[in-house]
């Protein structure tokens, strides 16, 4: 434990902030590959029906995902700020909370899911063509549901100790495995990959692609179990540590709320940008889709930084050492400038050819062209506001956290869609997530400045 919390107290600033964040943002370009690992390789078995019932089965895995970003995320921020207070057998019980009651509720919601299964998924978009692949798909992640949330929940615990390689490691591990196996469970020994005959294949479909998930997670959860019990950790995975007492619970919900409320927020808005551009037909659907893919690359990776300095920033503030949690803020903020102006200009250069990677349809490609402009153009700012929610989260500040959570995907973002597509069209819903962008990116600044007077407000009088 002494080494990393060497990176959160002797480090120069540029490399604590290098040290937590590159292996964040290497995770987060992992995970977009991952992302997209299961319709790729379902969409190599020719049916349609099955690569719509992974889609429609998404916004149900999301809230697995959000589960473990609630324990996850929440105990990460308090456990760095509760290593700065010098509080170690706190941390203990914070992560023994975390990690079991996890388990707990992604046991109690894949036996949820198990049993209403077709209900459920009818009501989130499945049709008659796509329910029986989508029971097949989601039955298996729903099996596998304690070992998806766990390995989210531990991955993020981690992190907040300091070992952001090791958070890396276990949840790149679980996403390697996840995309080896996928064309061994989905597809047919003789099946064609990339101009090459598979030599063996389970031909699972959907199934395959979901069981394949499921152990991916589960290659996680024992890499954690081992880097545990080899002693490397403080966090603990002791029963006995359990508890929920003394603001342990409060202290996690707290600031893993916004967190999971954003996982949520985010599949709610895709579907509502969607169902609006339905009018303008199945052109402006698929040139949205591809020009979101595209600016995501950009997105998870300010995401990403600002994630990775998160228990930096937490450890500082627990430690009262406001001077250097400034520093890391400003440093981290001009980093994410400096990517997000650097990858505006390369879309805005080649954004025709960008489009083009995903799709070879002339209406898509221009449209989607347009698209990826709009999204595109916040970019060198939107990455302050990143910054900044992570360090509302680090410092313990849910409500901040909270507002631009659902302020970008939800109480900005949906009501300028509608209020755009009514004022201009169809450029109104283009320019929407640009507008709500800018718009956060304002509050963000405000809110921190706020937050800032009052602990230097604080610290002033206790210095008297």
Known sequence: MKDNTRIFEDYKVPKAVATMAVPSMLGMLINIVYNLADTFFVGQTGDSNQVAAVSVSMPLFLLFMAIGNLFGVGGCAFISRSL?????????????????????????????FLIFKQPLLYLVGASDNTIGYAQDYLKWVAIGAPFVVTAITVCNLVRGEGSAKTSMFGMVLGQLVNIVLDPVFILDSGDKL?????????????????????????????????????????????????????????????????????NLLMSVSNIIVNIVLVGYGDTAVAAMGVAMKANMLVV????????????????????????????????????????????????????????????????????????????????????????????????????????????????????LLFILNKAVGLNGIIWAQATADFVCVIMSIVMFTIVMNGINKKSAVSDK
């Open 194 to 262: 990339f101009g090459m005959t598979l030599p063996f294949g389970l031909n699972m479909g959907v199934a395959g692609a979901a069981i394949a998930t499921v152990l991916g997670n589960v290659f996680s959860v024992v890499f954690f179990l081992i880097y545990f019990l080899r002693g490397k950790s403080i966090l603990s995975i002791t029963p006995k540590r359990y508890s929920a007492k003394n603001g342990i619970a409060k202290g996690v919900v707290n600031v893993g709320l916004p967190a999971s409320l954003n």
């Open 84 to 112: 700065g207070e010098g509080r170690k057998d706190r941390v203990k019980t914070i992560s023994s909370f975390c990690i079991y009651t996890a388990i707990i509720l992604g046991i109690i919601a894949g036996v949820v």
């Open 300 to 415: 998870m990776l300010q995401i990403g930084l600002g994630q990775g300095v998160q228990p930096l920033i937490g450890y500082c503030y627990g430690a009262k050492n406001y001077t250097r949690m400034k520093k890391c803020l400003s440093f981290s903020i001009c980093c994410n400038i400096v990517i997000g102006t650097v990858m505006m200009l390369f879309y805005l250069v080649f954004r025709e050819n960008v489009v083009n990677m995903f799709i070879n349809d002339a209406r898509v490609v221009n449209l989607g062209v347009k698209m990826l402009t709009a999204l595109m153009t916040p970019g060198p700012v939107i990455g302050i506001m990143f910054v900044l929610n992570f360090a509302f989260q680090g410092m313990g500040k849910g409500f901040q956290s909270l507002l631009l959570s659902i302020g970008r995907q939800g109480l900005i973002y949906i009501p």
